[in-house]
């Protein structure tokens, strides 16, 4: 059992995109689709004063309290054992609850198989004996770093302990993601600026919503109306004894 | 007692004589389609609650799901169970549909099912007579007002329930038809499920019902019931046959029989 994540230190990020690219060689993503990204956010402030520029790095966060999760319908999304957020394509009916209730963008309905499709750092590559991500493996400038949490000696590990963590959360919003910026912290305030996290992001499309708040309670309502009405009518009988059958 | 006995009408011999007797209800068919359907409707509903995998959306507890989940060794083989099933009912339905589109369909849509004054009344005495007021209740036709309901209800949820069903496993449509295809199917589900607990309730437990029980495994009823409960259809029926006899009594010589005899409703 483990518990994998990723540190991503924006201060040696390049923004040059080959995890990304590296990432969509993997997995064969579909054009205009995405499993990670490198966003560059433009220079912020006047010459001479603070000019401040990032990129925003980012995939699944692979969450420990996952709104996606929540918002399937029929369980093919799911936290497996060593901490990934995954799809089970078999499950899955492509009805992209998930993808809207997911607050960081991160997954998509596959146009090809339209089932839902993300990241899942890798898992077939590491079952096939990679140590690490497609993405992590790629970076020129080691700005990613994976490992398991639960390793003390493993590179991630020590990078978290030695250094200022944050992650992509606040206080209205925070699923606990498994994904570390490392850097300095205005990058991820600047990153949070450009892509506000609010609660309605975590949401599932209208029509779950209507079915957790109307229809949910209504058809438990007349079930349980239907339900009552016969048990009443089944004292009764009880009460009243039974007439002859016989004519 | 029952409700539409008429003390006045029939001599005690001629009620023993009407209670002997069989008369026939429905069609072997029917009594098919009915059997069929509760199966389906039985492993649809078990398989169908345990899909439903998140806790926002059932009020289902999870060692219900777990224990059919495991039954099935996993969700991926519930689900495909779910769909075989559901799509071989269909095409059963659709198959009854086609070939029986006049002797069955049409006539138990327009004919059998069309709710007059009477039922109306009907719906809200019956509650009443359960609860043990002495009420006597409007008379019916071959199926009554309650019945009627719940065939209507059930037709129009099942004409939701099974498109639906294509379109989330078969991805048809555009995404907002799959989002809302979800809870349109389980919405329709609950539905009939609210109807069906009435349904059983009434078939299987209550002592009037019986014989209308025992008409679903042989199709037939004893003409004293179907005059009491289904009056409407037990006068009609005797005046369809006392035609018959009456025609075939004029008919002479060889030639055409009259218009075979009349049919059971």
Same mark, same amino acid.
Request: glycine share 6%.
């Given at each position: ?24 060689? %993997? ?16 220079? %912020? ?32 999304? @799911? ?56 993405? !992590? ?12 949490? %639960? ?27 498994? !994904? ?39 058809? &438990? &309502? ?13 004292? @009764? ?11 | ?10 001599? +005690? ?67 495909? *169970? ?59 036709? +071959? ?6 309901? *719940? ?40 539905? +009939? ?7 059983? /309730? ?18 037939? +009823?004893?003409?004293? /019931? ?17 035609? *018959? ?21």
């Amino acid at each position: 059992m483990a518990n994998y994540a990723m540190a991503i230190d924006l201060d040696r990020c390049v923004g040059c995109g080959a995890c990304v690219m590296a990432c969509k060689a %993997e997995w064969g993503v579909a054009d205009k689709h995405r499993r990670d990204w490198v966003i560059p956010i433009q220079p %912020e402030g006047e010459f001479p004063d603070a000019i401040e520029s990032t990129f925003y790095v980012g995939l699944c966060n692979h969450c420990d309290e996952p709104s996606c999760v929540s918002a399937c319908p029929t369980g093919a999304t @799911y936290k497996d054992i060593d901490g990934r957020v995954l799809v089970e394509s078999d499950l899955c009916i492509g009805c992209g609850y998930c993808v809207t209730a997911c607050p960081y963008g991160a997954r998509y309905l596959n146009p090809e198989s339209q089932k839902v499709d993300k990241c899942d750092f890798c898992k077939t590559r590491m079952d096939a004996g990679a140590k690490e991500p497609a993405c !992590v493996e790629v970076c020129i400038s080691d700005a990613r770093i994976f490992g398991d949490l %639960e390793d003390r000696h493993s590179e991630l590990w020590q990078n978290l302990v030695h250094h200022d963590t944050r992650r992509i959360a606040t206080e209205e919003v925070d699923l606990k993601p498994n !994904v570390y910026y490392l850097g300095d912290e205005h990058h991820v305030r600047q990153i949070l600026a450009h892509f506000p996290l609010k609660k309605e992001l975590t949401e599932p499309p209208q029509p779950a919503q209507v079915w957790t708040r109307w229809i949910l309670p209504l058809t &438990a &309502a007349a079930i349980g109306l239907s339900f009552s009405g016969q048990a009443l009518a089944f004292f @009764y009988q009880l009460y009243k004894g039974e007439p002859p059958t016989e004519e | 007692m029952s409700q539409h006995y008429n003390p006045d009408q029939f001599s +005690v011999e001629v009620r023993a004589e009407m209670a002997r007797k069989l008369i026939k209800k429905h069609d072997v068919v029917m009594v098919t389609l009915h059997w069929f359907n509760a199966l389906v409707w039985f492993f649809e509903l078990m398989t169908g609650m345990a899909l439903i995998a998140s806790t926002r959306y059932t009020y289902i507890p999870s060692w219900f799901t777990d224990i059919i989940v495991g039954i099935f060794n996993g969700r991926t083989n519930l689900l495909y *169970f779910h769909i075989t099933i559901g799509v071989f009912w269909s095409g059963i339905l659709v198959v009854y549909g086609v070939f029986g589109i006049r002797t069955y369909l049409t006539k138990f849509y327009v004919n059998d099912l069309r709710m007059d004054g009477d039922d109306f009344k009907w719906l809200v005495l019956k509650p009443l007579q359960i609860l043990g007021y002495r009420i006597r209740l409007p008379e019916q036709g +071959v199926y009554n007002a309650g019945q009627k309901v *719940f065939a209507w209800l059930i037709s129009i949820c099942i004409l939701l329930i099974i498109p639906t069903g294509f379109i989330m496993s078969f991805h048809l449509g555009p995404l907002w038809l799959i989002q809302w295809s979800i809870p349109m199917h389980y919405a329709s589900v609950m539905m +009939v499920v609210a109807g069906l607990i009435i349904h059983v /309730y009434m078939a299987g437990l209550m002592p009037e019902e019986r014989p209308a029980f025992f008409s679903m495994l042989h199709g037939k +009823v004893n003409e004293l /019931y179907a005059y009491e409960n289904h009056t409407k259809w037990w006068r009609q029926r005797r005046k369809d046959e006392e035609r *018959f006899l009456e025609e075939l009594s004029q008919s002479e010589g060889w030639g055409p029989l009259p218009r075979g005899k009349p049919r059971n409703r």
